[in-house]
């Protein structure tokens, strides 16, 4: 059964920390993995990976793929108040796409 | 892991026919979602439910409608498909919380 699984679940970290969160996931057919981020109601989409090794950059936000290990990384550095979200993982693997549970970021002032 | 369902999950219809979605849950959830997934946009919100018969229009709600009778089903109904509404279909339930679970989605294609 396909499935991604984002870790952890919850983080809380003050203003200005650096935070790694996991997506790992099991598919067949894998096409490619998607990052969003979900403040209010719509995910707004943040990056789409492919290949292995390539780290797609936006700002203060990155992200990298392993194809062999079957994982991504979102890192955020220098984290600020408005970094505080739920992030969604989701991999379109054939003709599906699978979202993970979310990991929800908390930034403290 | 949340209980939602879509049905169905693969359709094929042709231009200018109404087609219904359904979306089910068994999780009790105030708050439901209907989005469309495209290549190069994301996830883009058409229309969501925050509760029985209340419904609100979302970022592309134009030549879509809702209904929600029931707490656990929320129906997307386009009422004369046309081949922009080639498209992913994902319905997402959520809490007082904020966290969104996503169904397992339904590929439409108009021709």
Avoid at chain 1, 70 to 88: E, H, V
Avoid at chain 1, 94 to 108: N, V
Avoid at chain 2, 45 to 61: C, N, P, Q
Avoid at chain 2, 89 to 101: E, K, L, N, P, T
Wanted: with cysteine; net charge neutral.
């Amino acid at each position: 059964e396909d499935k991604v699984v984002q870790s952890p679940l919850s983080l809380v970290v003050h203003e200005g920390d650096t935070v790694t969160l996991n997506c790992s996931y099991e598919v067949t057919n894998f096409r490619s993995l998607l990052w969003y981020k979900q403040e209010k109601k719509a995910p707004t989409f943040l990056f789409m990976l492919t290949s292995s090794g390539i780290e797609k950059k936006s700002g203060r936000l990155s992200s990298i793929l392993d194809k062999k290990e079957l994982f991504s990384i979102l890192n955020i550095t220098a984290t600020q108040t408005g970094d505080s979200a739920i992030y969604l993982c989701a991999v379109e693997a054939g003709d599906k796409i699978i979202f993970g549970k979310g990991t929800r970021l908390h930034i403290l002032p | 892991d949340a209980g939602i369902t879509q049905s169905p999950r693969h359709k094929v219809t042709e231009t200018g026919t109404p087609v219904t979605l359904r979306c089910h849950q068994t999780e009790n959830h105030r708050y439901m979602y209907w989005y469309r997934q495209d290549p190069g946009h994301g996830l883009r919100l058409i229309h969501y439910s925050y509760g029985v018969k209340d419904t609100d229009k979302g970022e592309v709600s134009d030549g879509y409608s809702v209904s929600r009778s029931k707490t656990e089903d929320f129906l997307l109904t386009l009422e004369s498909a046309t081949s922009s509404q080639t498209s992913v279909y994902f319905c997402a339930i959520s809490d007082h919380r904020g966290s969104q679970y996503f169904g397992p989605g339904t590929r439409l294609l108009v021709l």
